[in-house]
C-alpha cells in the first residue's frame, strides 16, 4: 500500500511558509489543536531574498519529499518562488492564502494523495471565512 | 497623482509593496523597471498574477520607462515605481530628471555587500551610487513600510541605525 496515499509516512507532507512568524504559529496551532504538527514543514522568509526562499524551498523539498507548498499572501515573495518551482516541477501544487482551517483539513485529509488534500483542504479554508454581523 | 514612491528594492512585486504601501498610498498602478522582467512574458505573467485587482501594472526596461515616464507622471491615479537595483534607479533618474525623491526598500545580502540596515547591504560601489543620486539633488532616505522612520542616506551609510 503506497503510505503516501494512506498518511503512514512520516515524513512531513507540505511546506508552510509566509512572512513573518506567520507560518510557526499556523502550524502551532494544527499541533495544539490535533497533534499532527509534524506532518507539515515550517519556512520562514525573514530576511530573505527571493532567491533564498526558492533555494530554501527545493531544499525542503528534496530533503522532505513534499509536494505541496502553503504561503500567505498571494503577491509574498514566498508565492512567487513557489510559482517558479511549479513551473519547473508541475508535480508539485501550491496554494497561496492559507489559513488554520485550509492546514486542519490537509493533515487529516490522508486517504488521499498530499497534492490532492491541498485542493480539498483549499476549498475548506475557503468556506472557513465567514462574516458575522451587520 | 502619478508616481507617490520611487523605490528601489530587489524582491520587486510583494508584500510590503502591494499592501504595506500600496494600500496606504491607495495605488492604483504600479511600473516595475527591470530590463530581465521587460524581456520575459513568463516574468510579466508571474508578476502580473501577484498584484491585487484593483491595480494595474505596467512593465518597462529602464529605457522605456524613460521614455513613458512623463505619461506615469501624468497619471491621474496613484501610482509605484520599482527597480530591483540602484543601477537602474540610477539610469532612470539620470533620464527623467523629474525625480525628487528615491525610497530604499530591500536590497539583501549578497557577496562583498555590508550591512547598513536589517534590509539594505550595500557593496562600496553600490554606496558611491547612492551618493551620486544625492549629488543629483534626489532625497534618498531608507524605509520599509510606511509606519518606519525614513533613515536617511547619510544615516543609513554610517550603519549604526539598527
Known amino acids: 500500500m503506497n503510505d503516501e496515499v494512506v498518511g503512514g509516512s512520516d515524513k512531513p507532507r507540505a511546506i508552510v511558509v509566509g512572512h513573518g512568524e506567520f507560518a510557526g504559529g499556523l502550524v502551532s496551532a494544527v499541533g495544539q489543536i490535533c497533534g499532527l504538527a509534524d506532518k507539515l514543514v515550517v519556512l520562514s522568509m525573514m530576511g530573505m531574498t527571493p532567491e533564498d526562499i526558492e533555494g530554501a524551498l527545493r531544499e525542503q523539498i528534496a530533503l522532505t519529499g513534499a509536494r505541496v507548498i502553503f504561503t500567505d499572501l498571494p503577491a509574498g515573495s514566498a508565492t512567487l518562488a513557489a510559482r517558479r518551482i511549479v513551473r519547473d516541477d508541475p508535480g508539485v501544487v501550491l496554494v497561496s492564502g492559507v489559513n488554520l482551517a485550509t492546514l486542519l483539513d490537509f493533515v487529516f485529509n490522508t486517504s488521499v494523495p498530499p497534492t490532492e488534500a491541498a485542493r480539498a483542504a483549499a476549498e475548506r479554508g475557503k468556506a472557513s471565512l465567514i462574516v458575522v454581523g451587520r | ?162
Do not use: C
Open chain 2, 1 to 162: 497623482m502619478g508616481i507617490h514612491l520611487y523605490r528601489i528594492d530587489d524582491r520587486l512585486v510583494h508584500g510590503q509593496v502591494v499592501v504595506g504601501w500600496g494600500q496606504p498610498l491607495n495605488a492604483r498602478f504600479l511600473v516595475l523597471v527591470d530590463d530581465l522582467v521587460a524581456s520575459s512574458d513568463w516574468e510579466k505573467e508571474l508578476y502580473r498574477m501577484a498584484i491585487p485587482p484593483e491595480m494595474e501594472i505596467y512593465f518597462a526596461d529602464v529605457g522605456g520607462a524613460i521614455r513613458d515616464h512623463a505619461r506615469y507622471a501624468a497619471d491621474p491615479r496613484p501610482g509605484l515605481l520599482i527597480t530591483g537595483d540602484i543601477a537602474s534607479m540610477s539610469r532612470l533618474v539620470k533620464g527623467v530628471k523629474a525625480i525628487g525623491s528615491v525610497n530604499l526598500g530591500g536590497i539583501h545580502h549578497r557577496a562583498g555587500r555590508a550591512e547598513k540596515l536589517r534590509y539594505i547591504f550595500l557593496t562600496p560601489g553600490e554606496e558611491g551610487q547612492l551618493h551620486d543620486l544625492e549629488a543629483a539633488g534626489v532625497e534618498v532616505t531608507a524605509q520599509d513600510v510606511p509606519s518606519a522612520r525614513a533613515v536617511p542616506l547619510a544615516e543609513v551609510l554610517e550603519g549604526k541605525s539598527q
